[in-house]
């Protein structure tokens, strides 16, 4: 069967530089206040929920998804559908850490009969797709992929593979994640991960780790010719991606970026395209020295210098870990929105020992071509997702 064509037609963010996508594109001009940490601290989950009840019952994560997919959802105005073919593919990268952290407390100090009986199905890495689901009626495949970094990246991907083969006509797809507790943190600063001067400067000499966010977002996705037919606006299409694994470290990516450019050169053959076909490379750029150098490699072995134009939105947004790769698409089809594509804040100049790439260091007005968003997680991880303007 050929393959069907696949719209983005609503998106949904909440991120630490924004709640709602117009809020979240202006945010991405700004730069954010230093420190190795952005929390969202205006955000209110009481819209999302019945009844105060169920909020104390989800945790932040889940939250976080629920508002994330309302959004997109009220952006779409998906018709009535037939449920059995709406998948819902919702991703994280840690899942409820603030939960169990809460609860293996209240174990330690109050004994474990006052363990919440609510514990299991907060924690659970699937609860926001459950969730989302359950809310809505969908009823097609409802799965939960947990690729670290690369999370939100593999759900929009396989999301948009299940409306092209034929096995659903929609899809809701992204990642969030809300694991910004003190052991976590303490976890990630003890491996030197985080930034210790507070600032988050992707592929600049500077860097030397990123700044931990949270947030989540989801995208609406429909066979092209059925949101066409019932009039939608179509922002995006999603032609194609890939997945790969390094099989080098746990945390370190394989040296000179072998990994990243398998991934790569995959999701281009699948979106039937070369490297001279793409206008713009929304980069993982996490400012930590090696990610920044394996990418900045991967991308000048595929495309030479300086390339087509390279932004990271982390200058920004910090690394939400499991969300980023589903804000960043969302970052993604802004820019074809806005004809514009978003600074790399942070970031005075290209590391020079780095080959010279054409990264973007203020906004610069962009005729929206074929876009590679890449998502390199923590085990190897690897995700490129292929978007298209409309």
């Known amino acids: 069967m050929e393959r069907r064509r696949v719209a983005v037609t609503g ?8 709640l709602g996508a117009e809020a979240f594109w202006r945010g991405l001009h700004e730069p954010p206040a230093p420190g190795e940490l952005l929390r969202i601290h205006e955000f209110d989950p009481a819209p999302y929920f019945d009844n105060p009840k169920e909020v104390r019952r989800a945790d932040r994560f889940e939250q976080f998804a ?44 109050r004994g474990p009969r006052r363990v ?21 009626g969908f009823q097609g495949p409802c799965e939960s992929l947990a690729t670290a970094c690369a999370t939100g990246t593999h759900a929009i991907t396989n999301a948009a593979r299940l409306i092209a083969d034929g096995r659903c006509d929609a899809a809701i797809a992204g990642s969030t994640e809300a694991a910004m507790t003190d052991t976590a943190v303490a976890g990630f600063r003890n491996m030197t991960a985080l930034t210790s001067s507070g600032r988050s400067c992707p ?29 939608a606006t179509v922002l995006a299409e999603i032609l194609g991606g890939a997945s790969s694994a390094d099989a080098h470290h746990i945390t370190a990516p394989a040296p000179e970026g072998r990994g990243a450019i398998s991934c790569m050169q995959l999701a281009m053959a699948d979106a039937g ?48 870990l ?58 190897g991880h690897n995700g490129t997702l292929v978007l298209g303007p409309a």
């Open 273 to 320: 395209l070369t490297p001279g076909d793409i206008a713009h490379i929304n980069a993982h750029g996490t400012s930590t020295p090696r990610n920044d150098e394996a990418e900045a490699l991967a991308v000048a072995a595929l495309f030479g210098t300086p390339g087509p134009p390279i932004t990271s939105i982390k200058g920004v947004t910090g690394h939400a």
């Open 116 to 136: 919440s009986p609510f514990l299991i199905p907060m924690v659970m890495g699937n609860a926001p797709a459950a969730a989302i689901s359950m809310r809505y």
């Open 322 to 379: 499991g969300a980023a790769g589903a804000i960043e698409a969302v970052a993604a089809v802004l820019a074809m929105q806005h004809r514009s594509l978003p600074p790399t804040l942070g970031t005075t100049a290209m590391d020079p020992d780095l080959p010279a790439l054409d990264l973007v260091l203020d906004a610069r007005p962009w005729t929206p071509g074929p876009t590679l968003s890449n998502s390199f997680g923590f085990g």
């Open 66 to 109: 629920l508002a994330a997919a309302h959004e997109a959802l009220g952006h779409a105005g998906l018709p009535s559908v037939d449920p059995l073919r709406v998948a819902t593919l919702v991703g994280t990268g840690i899942g409820g850490l603030a939960t169990i952290e809460e609860q293996s407390a209240v174990c330690r100090d």
């Open 203 to 231: 592929f600049d000499a500077a860097r030397d780790g990123f700044v931990m966010s949270e947030g989540a977002a989801v995208l609406v996705l429909e066979a092209w010719d059925d949101a066409v037919a019932r009039g």
């Open 11 to 18: 998106i949904g963010v909440i991120a630490s530089c924004g």
